[in-house]
């Protein structure tokens, strides 16, 4: 029987969803790993001290504990906290798009570094950008994603609804933040 595999990871939390009654599946998008699916046991109780740092755009330090049908996270650091979350419906939204984004293109456990800095990147410019830049930054990192993964070549651009379609046509699934996503897309 060999011991359960223990590592550190600095990621940006993407999706959650609550399980049972007071766990919840956190979806990270990690420098070193990649996409990773994991399980913040008891983070749902009112006595957890993890709950602040395990939100959806937080970037974190943590430690992540394999074994068991589905690996956790045990310890957490926040290393930022994206301040737009409370300030502007329309980052919070593309924020949202571009994490959903990321989600559905790449697979799990694939390290992609040049993702997590576009990732990064793209989170880190929401907090100074006004309504036009919000809707630029939305078709850019959305065409930038494309060419870095190979689904698009570097001078082909796509606009409004012929993007949307592409990204379906890839993910063979409609965008969960499709409305907002339409919106952007057909500025």
């Not at 939305?138 to 994603?145: C, N, P």
Request: proline letters at 3%; aromatic letters at 6%; hydrophobic letters at 40%.
């Amino acid at each position: 029987m060999s011991s359960p595999r223990v590592y550190k990871i600095e990621g940006i939390i993407l999706k959650r969803k609550n399980v049972g009654e007071a766990d919840r599946i956190i979806t990270v998008f990690s420098k070193e790993h990649g996409k990773l699916r994991l399980i913040a046991r008891g983070i749902r109780k009112i006595t957890s001290k993890r709950a602040p740092h395990l939100e959806v755009f937080t970037r974190i330090s943590a430690i992540i504990h394999g074994g068991g049908a589905m690996e956790s996270i045990t310890e957490v650091e926040p290393l930022k906290v994206f301040p737009y979350k409370s300030q502007d419906l329309k980052k919070v939204s593309l924020a949202y798009y571009i994490c959903e984004l990321v989600d559905n293109l790449l697979p799990e456990k694939q390290e992609h570094r040049d993702v997590f800095i576009l990732l990064t990147q793209a989170l880190d410019a929401l907090e100074h950008l006004d309504t036009a830049g919000i809707y630029r930054e939305s078709k850019v990192f959305t065409l930038e994603l494309l060419s870095t993964l190979g689904f698009l070549p570097r001078n082909k651009t796509l606009n409004g609804s012929e993007l949307q379609t592409f990204v379906e046509s890839i993910t063979e699934r409609k965008l969960k933040s499709t409305h907002f996503a339409r919106l952007l897309m057909d500025s």
